[in-house]
């Protein structure tokens, strides 16, 4: 919309965050709009050979967005990568690359030849999470060009600026320099989209779904309103000014809500009737350590061992392993370390697991379904976190269990484990705690029985949701049944609570519903004992804790 008579321009959208900024625009204009023009290319090998460069070269890039989304954000969000990925390394798409070159075309060309074939046969599906993979297709494509045309990201501007675009690809998004951002805009886009992730996680204000956005405005002064999802460029003096001033008055009292948050950071999280809650932190590695003591973490309460794999194009080995969790463990000094064996499979897939494609991931082969199977790779594992429990307080916990007889196998192969380690002399701790996660209904309703096997439970809300509901979480058409309907999966993580503690054990919560301040409350009512979140949210879910009843 633009006023004439006072040559402000006001766009609207939806809000993502309830902040402001005021900025100059940075209009990002999209890479897939770059025209390009080939000729023949005469060195076919030559060609083939600089794709094989340049995929190595986006393989890389993709593990380091995966490792920062991880640290910044959370796992869910770090999923993302795990999808391009595997889709990088599909054989029928690295084949059709080729089979192009070889016809005579530049690699260039083959790459946008064949990305535009795949993305065209996906959006042809029913299935709407297929057809949002065309998007992933597009954001790979666009890497490898990059790689193939060896020119460095675009130097960013020295002021920081309101960034304007039609989206951000999850590669985009990540690598931008995060303290030139003043805040998003983007003509399109939903408030589950990466954009809008990253906004909500930064704390920065974000408006998506604004429509076109001309290049005309590129450089402009703006005042960005997350909450009235409203951006007005080229504002009066007198509306600057207003908005300035509410701005102040805003930041003052997220000032004095930090101060307040930071004063509880080494109490205890206790509710107003006396309940205490361990306040831990998700973590990916070593390197977030640091960042999860200064805000406060009693314990890790989730260290994802996959990432370990993930960075790697072989298994690593157990001393590798042993190395990781030992930092891990004597960085908290003493803090309980909650170490969750490997979670791949399905859409997470490495490379060289070799594992075959699914036609219903989600429900697929993962988790301790391939630890069980491959055994050495769950004993390495193993090995490796009992050698670290020497160092620190250490726990084990297995991901997708159904059933009893799941943790038995492995209560039985960790005493195998046991075994090895003293016959040769290793010191480990004896007593090392065993728990599991509970991420499937099976496994809530069977939480009677499970609870007398284990030590503790740690509830993945993300995937206990979608498996309760039946509802991709990632799915725009049916992702908000997740959200308007928590009391199904509130009701059977009470079960659990209600046998674990039944056993002497103790729950926690470890999936994103831990983070969700309105649901601090509900969990505490239930009982729940350890609250685990992505860093930035430690010290307000403390705070929320402090607050309840």
Known sequence: ?????????????????????????????????????????????????????????????????????????????????????????????????????????????????????????????????????????????????????????????????????????????????????????????????????????????????TGYISDDYDGMLALLDGAKGEIIINPSRKRKEQFENEMENEDKIALEHERYLRSLMNKPAVTRSGHKIMIYANIGDESEVSGAISNGAEGIGLLRSEFLYLSKNTYPTENELFEAYRDVAIKMQGRRVVIRTLDIGADKKIPYFNLENEENPALGYRAI??????????????????????????????????????????????????????????????????????ETPAAAIMSDKLSSEVDFFSVGTNDLTQYTLAADRQNSMVGKICEENTEPVLRLIKACADAIHQNGGWIGICGEMAADLSLTQSFASIGVDELSVSVPYLLGVRGKVSECK
């Open 369 to 438: 379904r391939i630890c069980l199977d491959r055994k050495e790779i769950f004993k390495t594992q193993l090995r490796a976190i009992l050698r670290a429990s020497s160092y620190g307080t250490i726990s084990i916990m297995v991901p997708m269990i159904v059933s009893v007889d799941e943790v038995r196998k492995c209560k039985s192969i960790i005493e195998e484990c046991k075994r090895e380690l003293l016959s040769n002399g290793v010191e480990f701790d004896k007593k090392i705690e065993f728990g599991i996660m509970i």
């Open 1 to 209: 919309m633009y006023f004439k008579d006072t040559g402000e321009a006001v766009f609207k959208g939806i809000g993502i965050t309830n902040t402001k900024a005021v900025g100059k625009i940075k209009i990002l204009k999209s890479a897939s709009s770059e025209k390009r023009e080939y000729s023949y290319a005469h060195n076919i090998d030559n060609e083939i050979m600089r794709t094989e460069i340049a995929i190595d070269k986006v393989a890389n890039a993709i593990n380091e967005s995966s490792r920062r989304t991880m640290s910044e954000i959370g796992k869910s969000e770090a999923e993302i990568f795990e999808i391009h990925s595997m889709l990088l390394n599909d054989d029928d798409f690295l084949d059709a690359i080729k089979s192009e070159i070889r016809t005579g075309k530049y690699a260039e060309e083959a790459v946008e030849i064949s990305a535009k074939r795949f993305e065209n046969i996906l959006l042809s599906l029913d299935d709407e999470y297929l057809r949002g993979r065309s998007a992933d297709i597009r954001d790979i494509k666009n890497q490898i060009l990059q790689a193939l045309s060896e020119k460095e990201a675009t130097k960013q501007d020295s002021e920081p600026y309101i960034l304007v675009s039609d989206d951000l690809t999850p590669s985009q998004t990540v690598r931008l320099e995060k303290s030139k951002i003043l805040g998003f805009v983007t003509f399109g886009g939903t408030p589950s989209s990466h954009t809008a992730i990253l906004a909500r996680a930064m704390g920065i204000p974000a408006i998506v779904g």
